[in-house]
Nanobody, 122 residues
Protein backbone atom coordinates (compact mmCIF):
# COMPACT_ATOMS: atom_id res chain seq x y z
CA UNK A 1 0.00 0.00 0.00
CA UNK A 2 1.04 3.54 -0.66
CA UNK A 3 -0.84 6.67 0.30
CA UNK A 4 -0.63 9.74 -1.91
CA UNK A 5 -1.50 13.34 -1.03
CA UNK A 6 -1.43 16.10 -3.63
CA UNK A 7 -1.03 19.80 -2.91
CA UNK A 8 -0.18 23.02 -4.69
CA UNK A 9 -3.27 23.58 -6.77
CA UNK A 10 -5.06 26.89 -6.93
CA UNK A 11 -6.29 29.73 -9.09
CA UNK A 12 -3.84 31.28 -11.53
CA UNK A 13 -4.12 33.60 -14.52
CA UNK A 14 -3.38 32.36 -18.01
CA UNK A 15 0.36 32.40 -18.61
CA UNK A 16 1.13 31.78 -14.97
CA UNK A 17 2.78 28.86 -13.22
CA UNK A 18 2.04 26.36 -10.49
CA UNK A 19 4.01 23.56 -8.92
CA UNK A 20 2.07 20.56 -7.73
CA UNK A 21 3.46 18.18 -5.15
CA UNK A 22 2.50 14.62 -4.31
CA UNK A 23 3.73 13.24 -1.01
CA UNK A 24 3.82 9.47 -0.61
CA UNK A 25 3.79 7.32 2.48
CA UNK A 26 3.58 3.62 3.11
CA UNK A 27 5.57 1.27 0.94
CA UNK A 28 8.91 2.47 -0.35
CA UNK A 29 8.29 5.34 -2.72
CA UNK A 30 11.29 4.52 -4.88
CA UNK A 31 9.70 1.18 -5.84
CA UNK A 32 7.20 3.00 -8.03
CA UNK A 33 7.15 4.75 -11.31
CA UNK A 34 4.83 7.70 -10.78
CA UNK A 35 2.23 9.38 -12.94
CA UNK A 36 0.24 12.60 -13.07
CA UNK A 37 -3.24 12.65 -14.59
CA UNK A 38 -5.96 15.25 -14.79
CA UNK A 39 -9.72 15.30 -15.11
CA UNK A 40 -11.81 18.22 -16.26
CA UNK A 41 -15.57 18.38 -15.60
CA UNK A 42 -17.46 16.09 -17.94
CA UNK A 43 -14.30 14.56 -19.35
CA UNK A 44 -12.39 11.36 -18.79
CA UNK A 45 -9.24 11.27 -16.72
CA UNK A 46 -6.28 11.89 -19.02
CA UNK A 47 -2.57 11.24 -18.88
CA UNK A 48 -0.24 14.15 -18.19
CA UNK A 49 3.23 12.73 -17.42
CA UNK A 50 5.13 9.82 -15.93
CA UNK A 51 8.53 9.47 -14.31
CA UNK A 52 10.58 6.34 -13.71
CA UNK A 53 11.65 5.08 -10.30
CA UNK A 54 15.04 6.74 -10.51
CA UNK A 55 13.76 9.85 -12.22
CA UNK A 56 15.94 9.18 -15.22
CA UNK A 57 13.11 8.67 -17.68
CA UNK A 58 10.07 10.86 -18.23
CA UNK A 59 7.17 10.90 -20.68
CA UNK A 60 4.63 13.62 -21.43
CA UNK A 61 1.31 14.01 -23.13
CA UNK A 62 1.49 16.22 -26.18
CA UNK A 63 -0.19 19.18 -24.48
CA UNK A 64 2.33 19.00 -21.62
CA UNK A 65 5.54 18.89 -23.63
CA UNK A 66 7.54 22.07 -23.30
CA UNK A 67 5.25 23.51 -20.60
CA UNK A 68 5.14 20.91 -17.81
CA UNK A 69 8.02 19.17 -16.03
CA UNK A 70 7.69 16.09 -13.85
CA UNK A 71 10.37 15.39 -11.27
CA UNK A 72 10.82 13.46 -8.06
CA UNK A 73 12.82 13.51 -4.87
CA UNK A 74 13.06 9.99 -3.50
CA UNK A 75 14.66 11.22 -0.29
CA UNK A 76 11.50 13.26 0.36
CA UNK A 77 9.06 10.67 -1.04
CA UNK A 78 7.64 13.36 -3.27
CA UNK A 79 6.87 13.77 -6.96
CA UNK A 80 6.35 17.20 -8.51
CA UNK A 81 4.66 18.67 -11.54
CA UNK A 82 5.92 22.10 -12.55
CA UNK A 83 3.39 23.73 -14.85
CA UNK A 84 4.31 26.85 -16.82
CA UNK A 85 2.50 28.91 -19.44
CA UNK A 86 -0.82 27.69 -18.11
CA UNK A 87 -3.91 27.94 -20.29
CA UNK A 88 -7.61 27.96 -19.38
CA UNK A 89 -7.91 24.51 -20.93
CA UNK A 90 -5.49 23.21 -18.27
CA UNK A 91 -8.24 23.70 -15.70
CA UNK A 92 -8.87 20.33 -14.06
CA UNK A 93 -8.38 18.26 -10.95
CA UNK A 94 -4.84 16.90 -11.03
CA UNK A 95 -4.07 13.48 -9.57
CA UNK A 96 -0.89 11.63 -8.87
CA UNK A 97 -0.81 7.87 -9.17
CA UNK A 98 1.45 4.91 -8.44
CA UNK A 99 1.60 1.24 -9.26
CA UNK A 100 0.98 1.48 -12.98
CA UNK A 101 4.49 1.31 -14.29
CA UNK A 102 4.86 4.09 -16.80
CA UNK A 103 1.48 3.45 -18.34
CA UNK A 104 -0.45 6.24 -20.01
CA UNK A 105 -3.70 4.53 -19.00
CA UNK A 106 -5.36 5.48 -15.74
CA UNK A 107 -6.84 2.02 -15.29
CA UNK A 108 -3.33 0.61 -14.97
CA UNK A 109 -2.69 2.40 -11.68
CA UNK A 110 -3.37 0.91 -8.27
CA UNK A 111 -2.98 3.94 -6.03
CA UNK A 112 -4.38 7.46 -6.36
CA UNK A 113 -4.31 10.65 -4.40
CA UNK A 114 -7.44 12.71 -3.71
CA UNK A 115 -6.56 15.29 -6.33
CA UNK A 116 -5.85 19.01 -6.28
CA UNK A 117 -7.86 21.59 -8.21
CA UNK A 118 -6.10 23.78 -10.75
CA UNK A 119 -8.10 26.65 -12.21
CA UNK A 120 -6.66 28.88 -14.91
CA UNK A 121 -8.53 32.10 -15.62
CA UNK A 122 -8.41 33.86 -18.96
Amino acid sequence: QVQLVESGGGLVQAGGSLRLSCAASGRTFSYYDMGWFRQAPGKEREFVATISRSGGSTNYAGFAKGRFTISRDNAKNTVYLQMNSLKPEDTAVYYCAAGGGSSWYARSYDYWGQGTQVTVSS
